[in-house]
């Protein structure tokens, strides 16, 4: 499985960005997905994910209702909405996928990862 995440960029406070992770390889439908980030000097983080049907959500405390994650099976792309972006929020951030449906929070449950895509908040 090759996942290739993109949208990523620089952007003022308050701002939004919509990232894309894009699947190949095996049939993206069947597995859940999950979107992380690492800041400079500091671990990576779980940030959201989605079950393989996409009715199933969660959030990290820090980005509930600010940042919204989806998918397009027919596309083999996740997305995660970033709104109302802080400067905290910069940070490289990564998609994975998991050989399950199920939504899961630690990356070590993540079988596949994308290279990451930095976003960059200034203030």
């Given at each position: 499985v090759q996942l290739q995440a993109s949208g990523g960029g620089l952007v003022q406070?308050?701002?939004s960005l919509r990232l894309s992770c894009a699947a190949s390889g095996r049939t993206f439908s069947r597995f859940?997905?999950?979107?992380?980030?690492?800041?400079?000097?500091?671990n990576r983080e779980f940030v959201?994910?989605?079950?393989?049907?996409g009715s199933i959500t969660g959030y990290a405390d820090s980005v509930r209702g600010r940042f919204t994650i989806s998918r397009d099976n027919a596309k083999n792309t996740v997305y995660l909405q970033l709104n109302s972006l802080?400067?905290?929020d910069?940070?490289?951030y990564y998609c994975a996928i998991r050989d399950?449906?199920?939504i899961r929070y630690l990356d070590s449950e993540y079988d596949y990862w994308g290279r990451g895509t930095q976003v960059t908040v200034s203030s």
């Open positions: 406070a308050g701002g859940a997905s999950g979107w992380f980030r690492q800041a400079p000097g500091k959201s994910t989605i079950n393989a049907s802080k400067p905290e910069t940070a490289v399950g449906g199920y």
